[in-house]
């Protein structure tokens, strides 16, 4: 059975395993689906184009300490999170889609058009983790008439369907699929040729997008992601309100990890007087404490473990604070804009 996709939007049914097979939009039928991708094939090269929180480094309001430290010295400014994966070194797949998104291309050669061609971009897709602004906003940047994927979970395709701006990504050249929680998919390139990444998504406790409050929430406001190429397995959780054992067992041994570091501690914005919101109100889990993300992580046996996603009031995001030797001390890095990780 093959069904060709008129539109490119998703059915919610037609998102298992559906990918590209010549030019058409084709769905596999259930007995096909038992078996999952190969493992992949390449090697897994993710670069951090991007690993501040909503707002960015410096804030365009904002007068903290770690703003105004951004504003005197460019090296400490750094985009809102957006991360690029690829298997071949070739052809790469971005992961959400930042407000900075444009100047973050621009500063990061891997993503430029190939020489000769008047019309191109390494860009083969876009996966979302959520529906949050800073995850989704970069998408406006990448219309223009040149063809990508576009996967995400179908409440987030709900989401961008519901705000018509996004139509600006013709559905012709930049099919929405959508992703089912827990079924591994490999996306597919620009020449229906499979990319060599398998990618899973999974559910994270954590909350709806800010601007969606008072909807209900859903499991797909907030996903990570496992990105697996041959042996090699990579999971990113760019928010994470708590550490569920289930997830807990998905990131046990793996060989990188990218986890929610948006604040240093629970009340860090409230007593620097930004904010009236807790982390957890966020649906962000802390960095330090013995709830926090460095403890919980602690023992799992991941070979590398990097924080992202990053609030500008996070003392972490400066060399030289205390906190940010703590965290190094126990074995995590600070992501930066232009950081290359090859697991
Ligand atoms: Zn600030």
């Known amino acids: 059975m093959i069904e060709r996709s008129e539109h490119g939007l998703e059915n919610p049914e037609a998102g298992r395993n559906a990918g590209w097979h010549g030019n058409q939009h084709v769905r596999l039928r259930e007995a096909e689906v038992t078996a999952p991708p190969a493992a992949g094939k390449g090697r897994l090269r993710i670069i951090t184009l991007g690993s501040a929180a909503g707002g ?26 957006t991360l690029a994966v690829s298997a071949d070194g070739e052809h790469w797949f971005l992961i959400n889609a ?3 998104l444009r100047q973050q291309i621009i500063e990061t050669p891997e993503l430029h058009p190939r020489n000769g061609a008047l019309r191109h971009s390494p860009i083969a897709g876009v996966i979302l983790t959520g529906s949050e602004v800073d995850a989704v906003a970069g998408l406006l940047s990448l219309r223009e ?15 961008l369907r519901a705000n018509s701006i996004f139509d600006v990504l013709s559905p012709g050249l930049v099919p929405r699929m959508p992703i089912a929680l827990g079924k591994p998919f490999e996306p597919a390139l620009p020449d229906a040729t499979l990319s060599g990444l398998v990618v899973t998504a999974f559910p994270v406790p954590g909350k709806v997008a800010l601007y969606r409050e008072g909807a209900d ?7 990570g992601l496992e990105l697996q190429c041959g042996e090699t397995r990579a999971l990113v959780v760019p928010a994470c309100a708590r550490l569920s054992p289930e997830l807990a ?18 009340d860090e914005m409230i007593r620097a007087g930004l904010s009236e919101k807790t982390g957890q109100r966020m649906g962000h889990m802390s960095i330090s404490g013995p709830d ?8 799992l ?5 990097v924080f992202v996603h990053l609030n500008n009031s996070n003392p972490v995001l400066r060399a030289g604070t205390p906190e940010h030797a703590r965290v190094e001390d126990a074995g995590w890095r600070v992501a930066a804009p232009g950081m290359e990780f090859t697991p």
């Open 249 to 266: 067992d998905r990131l046990r041994g793996a060989d990188l990890v990218f986890f929610d570091g948006t604040l240093w501690t629970d």
């Open 217 to 223: 929430a859903s499991e797909g406001d907030t996903i």
């Open 145 to 159: 008439g040149t063809a990508f994927s576009l996967y995400a979970h179908p409440d987030v395709l709900a989401v």
């Open 56 to 81: 960015g480094l410096p804030q365009w309001n904002c007068n903290c300490h770690g703003c105004r430290a951004a504003r005197r010295n460019p090296t400490l400014r750094n985009g809102q999170m």
């Open 301 to 305: 046996g991941i070979r590398q473990k």
């Open 98 to 100: 930042s407000p900075d």
């Open 292 to 299: 926090g993300a460095m403890a919980a992580l602690e023992g």
